[in-house]
Nanobody
Framework: VQLQASGGGLVQPGGSLRLSCAAS????????IGWFRQAPGKEREGIAC????????DYGDSVKGRFTISRDNVKNTVNLQMTSLKPADTAVYYC???????????????????WGKGTQVTVSS
């Protein structure tokens, strides 16, 4: 299982950025992919997740209405479109994956098994 996050960078407050997570080495249809972030001195935060089979998605409260997660099952990619970015969104962003859990509500599993390397997002003027 391999995950590769990309698309991070420096953006001004109010701007937009799109992150991508390229996945390989497993059958995505049986998995959930999530985006997490961690800012210096803060705990890791789950911000978005998507069920690859049916597209069900969920978001953390801090990003609802601003971020959109989407999947491309042909390209084995999950994108995170981030808009109205704030300095508080500055963090290292990670994508992670875990097999879908039928007995768990939603898809924001904090203990996902496979993690990609992070990509830095900095929101600053």
């Amino acid at each position: 299982v391999q995950l590769q996050a990309s698309g991070g960078g420096l953006v001004q407050p109010g701007g937009s950025l799109r992150l991508s997570c390229a996945a390989s080495g497993f059958d995505l249809d049986r998995y959930v992919i999530g985006w997490f972030r961690q800012a210096p001195g803060k705990e890791r935060e789950g911000i978005a997740c998507i069920v690859m089979n049916d597209g069900y998605s969920d978001y953390g409260d801090s990003v609802k209405g601003r971020f959109t997660i989407s999947r491309d099952n042909v390209k084995n990619t999950v994108n995170l479109q981030m808009t109205s970015l704030k300095p508080a969104d500055t963090a290292v962003y990670y994508c992670a994956t875990e097999a879908f859990r039928y007995d768990y509500p939603g898809c924001m599993y904090a203990d996902m098994t496979y993690w990609g390397k992070g990509t830095q997002v900095t929101v600053s003027s």
